[in-house]
């Protein structure tokens, strides 16, 4: 019983169309993992359909389906039954929803697959949708809005608010889970015709990976064969809004510390030519939850003034949580985004201005050669540890699929990343990054007082009870004066209460 | 299922160390080194097939729990940021630089029991790696300014979690739960004592000499790499790591005789939460009502309990309801977690929880029920062992608690031997309205 994680490239081919020569293989309808001595099996059922397809006035849909497809019952059991079964196995199912995918992935120990494959089919196939499970996790995901979200955790509220103010107008402008007038709006029945419209054997993408026998593969796809054919399209993609100078957003609620979130959509998608460049870019500027950050070395480490700060050219969910990026999140318009972690109150205005700072530094000069050559360096082998096991191997796969990435993604980031020239970098931070124009949302205490100190660019000299070396307080003067010019029109302050109705 | 141990303990004398070999027939499947240097630095090595990547963990058996002078809460978890602060040898900058030109992916938490520090990366480094872990755990050395400057980012990971009821719920909880041990504070510490820690730069050069010593730290190595060549390496760079642990006082916890309460706010707004925790044993897989005591939070309030099926699924009064039966170097708290839906039920959902202890107390677990849960059990360990950096996360823990790794195919192979009378039996001994704390947060204000 000893197992290693070896990469065996076991190959099925299911049609003709082969993107990879190893590792995953991607075909028309399946990306495929063969790993010999991986003990289990993972599955990845990708149906191309998101909160974007929610239908106007009951947005929440796709992710109220999705649950109850993964989280209730079948027609063949109850949802008491399918965690009796599950439960010996320690194996689950879930569905993730996002803007344009919702991805069910289940992983079991080769000893229990056939015990498990009919639960995880059931759930695609034959959902049961009872009033019992509709009424159970509409609440929770009531609940998960009206409660935890708007009071429990203000550095995912302050992205939420973030990622609702650039999209807003646009599908992509309501929490995934959708809003809380609408959930109240829908019915079982929008449940049921959701699943039949959007569920279908066109629109699926199989991952499968670890070691499965090559029948698995054919019994899954004449199964999944059996849901209906597609009759619907998905919509265009969002078109954002313009943004005209700094827009604030400002959501006002009691809290400990201020939580602030910024930034702009961008017009590059991954595998895009300028990916690349921005990739290394943003990588200096703010690798996820890691020291290397440019950002979290000025505000966190020379300061102590909180717990990390990053940026992202690409949506990351669940950043508080994770340390890495989770694959199927895949979508048709991106955006930069700035994390700053919690700080004290008395710091927002200067911490903003420490950010907003570097961004311009960086957008007017450029990296030097000794950033670009040490970010290079990083992330030629950072990059491996984006991907460690084969479910999320998979899921990087088939975001390759929709992003029309042909082979590895991990690899082509390695060898883009590795041609690179700094001109190039520099380039495309030109190109695509920028500071003048940008969505910022901040959940705080006492708007007023922030609001009259952004309008009339008052000073915001900071002060430290620990000693602090010279060239940081001589920094400290100009950054309390760096001018970020506000304008009331352009800042909104809504209370926490009137938040994602 | 059947597990067994064999562990074979081929000890030889290799330059004066001490190594022993797992056969790979317990529950743990891979081949597992183990070697102890003169100086009592305990190192185990896990080779698996990972693609060119490895992990190397220092787990200090070191945690807030060794924080026993007045005053002193949080400071395992301050010491850890300062371990980032650089040496003689390698400032923090070029630390950092180094770190970043391996594209590691390095960091540290802090638990009750344990302080751990781990990077993954890719093998070729390996010598590095073990030049720079060394170094800073024998000669660390940071100046007083940078000292403070760290505390503030202390202080703003406590704003953070605090932001966040449960950990609201936790500090009271632990608060209540005991009196003398130092259990009774959480790993953040308590905010007074964050607040003074720039003070407490002697303080923390002691708390380094005291902790950070070669009896007192396990190196855990997991992934594509040479045992023979780590070792040279490990022997060359830690060797000349001088002794001197000096353990902590800690006051164990006299026994609890009544049931404890406490009903805290939260500032912002939350569903109410509830949490029923009974203290339970330290980790002993030698103890079957031990050892069953670790299985009832799963059997009495897992997914497939009645308990859940009620509460969650047919009346939907609590978002829901787990149970976490940890391991624990001191007998730590056997805690049930609810949020529930309306204040006016939590009475109720206590009752419940009460209801289910009584059942298992004086009704026989049905032997279907167990076998199922033993089944859980190795499916669950088993599945995730599929990175190196998910077999050191797994087994961090246990191996601080121990100091070793065969606790693990002990605790697995004790786990298939329990019988229901020994559920029934530890039902009765650790489930006992004397041993438990009860407590409630809500929100300032009400939704």
């Known amino acids: 019983m000893k197992y290693s994680a070896a990469k065996v ?25 063969a790993v010999e001595d991986d003990p289990t099996i993972s599955f990845r059922l990708c149906f191309y359909v998101g909160s974007q397809c929610d239908p106007e006035g009951k947005e929440g849909l796709a992710a109220l389906t999705a649950t109850m497809m993964s989280g209730g019952a079948t027609t063949v059991r109850s949802y008491e039954e399918i965690l009796e079964e599950l439960y010996p196995m320690a194996a689950s199912y879930g569905f993730s929803v996002d803007k344009e995918m919702s991805v069910l992935t289940g992983r079991v120990h080769i000893d229990n697959l056939e015990e498990y494959y009919p639960l995880l089919l059931d759930a695609v196939l034959r959902p049961g949708f009872t009033d019992a499970d509709f009424n159970r996790l509409k609440t929770n995901m009531i609940n998960g809005i009206e409660k935890s979200l708007r009071y429990s955790d203000d550095e995912e509220l302050a992205k939420a608010a973030l990622y609702n103010f650039i999209y807003e107008g646009t599908p992509y402008g309501y929490l995934n889970a959708g809003r809380l007038s609408s959930l109240n709006n829908i019915t079982l029945d929008d449940v049921r015709d959701f699943h039949r419209t959007w569920f279908t054997r066109d629109n699926v993408v199989v991952g499968l990976g670890g070691s499965y ?85 000025i505000i966190r480490e020379a300061r102590g003034m909180n717990y990390g700060d990053y940026s992202y050219i690409e949506i990351f969910p669940n950043g508080g949580r994770r340390q890495m990026p989770a694959p199927n999140n895949a979508r048709r318009q991106q955006l930069f985004e700035v994390w700053i972690r919690p700080v004290q109150h008395e710091h927002r205005h200067f911490v903003l201005r420490a950010a907003m700072r570097e961004l311009k530094n960086i957008v007017d000069n450029g990296m030097t050669e000794e950033q670009f050559n040490l970010t290079k360096k990083f992330l030629h082998k950072y990059v491996l540890q984006y991907a460690t096991t084969t479910s999320d191997r998979l899921g990087y796969a088939i975001d390759s699929k929709f992003y029309g990435i042909r082979g590895d993604y991990i690899e082509l980031l390695r060898s883009r990343i590795s041609k690179l020239t700094l001109e190039q970098v520099n380039d495309a931070i030109r190109r695509h990054i920028q500071y003048e124009n940008m969505k910022i949302a901040m959940v705080t205490q006492d708007a007023e007082s922030l609001i009259e100190a952004f309008v009339t660019n008052a000073p915001s000299p900071v002060t430290y009870s620990t000693p602090i070396p010279s060239e940081i307080l001589a920094e400290d003067e100009e950054i309390a004066v760096f001018p970020l010019p506000f304008y009331r029109e352009n800042i909104r302050v809504v209370a926490v209460d009137d938040m994602f109705e | 299922m ?91 900058n070029v630390y950092d630089r180094m770190v970043i030109e391996m594209g590691a992916n390095a960091n540290a938490y802090t638990t009750d029991d344990l302080t751990a520090y781990h990077l993954s990366f890719a093998s070729e480094d390996i010598e590095t790696v073990v030049a720079l872990e060394s170094d800073r755990f024998q ?59 720039p003070t407490l730069y002697e303080y923390s050069k002691e708390f380094f000499s005291r902790y950070y010593r070669p009896e007192n730290v396990v190196l855990l190595l997991v992934g594509d790499f040479d045992t023979e060549n780590a070792m040279t390496l490990i022997r060359k760079y830690y060797g000349g790591w001088e002794r001197g642990y000096r353990p902590p006082d800690v006051q164990q916890e006299a026994p609890q005789t009544k049931e404890r309460r406490f009903n805290d706010i939260y500032d912002g707004r939350t569903l109410p939460l509830l949490v029923v925790a009974y203290k339970g044993r330290r980790l002993d897989p030698g103890d079957r009502t031990m050892v069953a005591g670790l299985m009832l939070g799963d059997l009495l309030f897992g997914e497939t309990s009645d308990i859940y099926r009620k509460l969650v699924l047919n009346e939907q009064k609590v978002q829901f309801i787990s149970a976490g039966f940890g391991l624990n170097r001191d007998p730590g708290l056997w805690s049930i977690y609810s949020m529930v839906k309306e204040s006016k039920d939590i009475q109720y959902v206590i009752d419940e929880i009460d209801r289910t202890v009584e059942h298992f107390a004086t009704t026989l677990v049905s032997q279907t029920d167990l076998d199922k849960l033993k089944r859980r059990l190795k499916y669950s360990f088993l599945m995730n062992l599929d990175t190196p950096n998910k077999v050191a996360g797994r087994l961090a823990r246990p191996i601080a608690i121990t100091g070793g790794i065969d606790v693990v195919n002990e605790l697995y192979a004790m786990y298939d031997s329990i019988t229901p009378e020994d559920i029934q039996l530890a039902t009765q001994t650790w489930l006992t309205p004397q041993r438990r704390t009860i407590g409630t947060v809500t929100g300032r204000q009400q939704p």
Request: proline content about 5%.
């Open chain 1, 9 to 33: 490239c076991t190959m099925i081919i299911v049609t003709a169309t082969i993107l990879s020569a190893c590792g995953t293989q991607t075909t028309d309808r399946a990306v495929l993992l």
């Open chain 1, 213 to 297: 026998e090559p029948s698995l593969l054919k019994r899954l796809m004449e199964d999944l064969h059996t849901l209906p054919e597609s009759a619907t399209e998905p919509p265009s993609p969002p078109t954002p809004v313009d943004i005209n100078g700094l827009e604030l957003l400002v959501v006002e609620k009691q809290c400990d510390a201020t939580a602030i979130s910024f930034g702009f959509p961008i017009q590059v998608l991954r595998g895009d030519e300028d990916f690349w460049a921005l990739a290394l870019f943003n990588s200096w500027f703010g690798e996820h939850r890691n020291s290397s950050s440019h950002l979290y070395q």
């Open chain 2, 2 to 92: 059947k597990i067994f141990i064999q562990i074979i303990l081929i000890v030889c004398i290799i330059g004066g160390s001490s190594m022993a070999n797992t056969d790979g027939k317990g529950i743990f499947p891979y081949r597992t080194h183990v070697e102890v240097l003169d100086n009592g630095l305990t190192i185990i090595m896990i080779p698996m097939s990972s693609g060119g990547l490895m992990t190397y963990y220092s787990i200090v058996r070191t945690g807030s729990r060794d924080e026993y002078e007045a005053g002193k809460t949080g400071f395992a978890h301050f010491f850890e940021h300062m371990m980032f602060r650089g040496t003689k040898n390698y400032p923090a």
């Open chain 2, 139 to 197: 000669h660390l050395s940071y100046e007083e300014g940078p000292f403070q400057t760290e505390a503030g980012a202390v202080y703003g990971e406590y704003r953070k979690n605090r932001t966040n009821p449960w950990e609201v719920m936790t500090e009271a909880l632990r608060r209540t739960a005991f009196k003398t041990h130092t259990y009774g504070h959480t790993t953040i510490g308590f905010e007074a004592d964050i607040k003074v820690m």
